[in-house]
């Protein structure tokens, strides 16, 4: 599977940014698809993921109620519509997608393809 990411940039502290991400390849649709970040100095850092049936999603706690991670599974297109943005925030984000056997599946795939990251920054 190849992940397409686009989306990022600068934007002010309580500013919203949305990234997008295209999965394309054979059986892209057998793929978890998911957000990390890594801010400068940090390890990288799993933000929200999504099963392959739209479902069932994963926020980790930080973005909760900030960030929303949604699925177009007509094209395989997983977007992360970040609001109330703040300055912990900036990192650079990487679009990630791990197969899964289970339609709902979220928490349990491995992700082991990323596409290329784009930087968020947000300016306080």
């Known amino acids: 599977v190849q992940l397409q990411a686009s989306g990022g940039g600068l934007e002010q502290a309580g500013g919203s940014l949305r990234l997008s991400c295209a999965a394309s390849g054979r059986m892209r649709d057998m793929y978890v698809l998911g957000w990390f970040r890594q801010a400068p100095g940090k390890e990288r850092e799993k933000v929200a993921a999504?099963?392959?049936?739209?479902?069932?999603?994963y926020l980790t706690h930080s973005v909760k109620g900030r960030f929303t991670i949604s699925k177009d599974n007509a094209d395989n297109t997983v977007y992360l519509q970040m609001n109330n943005l703040k300055s912990e925030d900036t990192a650079v984000y990487y679009c990630a997608a791990g197969w899964s056997s289970l339609p709902a599946d979220v928490l349990t795939a491995k992700f082991e393809h990323w596409g290329r990251g784009t930087q968020v920054t947000v300016s306080s």
């Open positions: 999504i099963s392959r049936n739209g479902v069932n999603t």
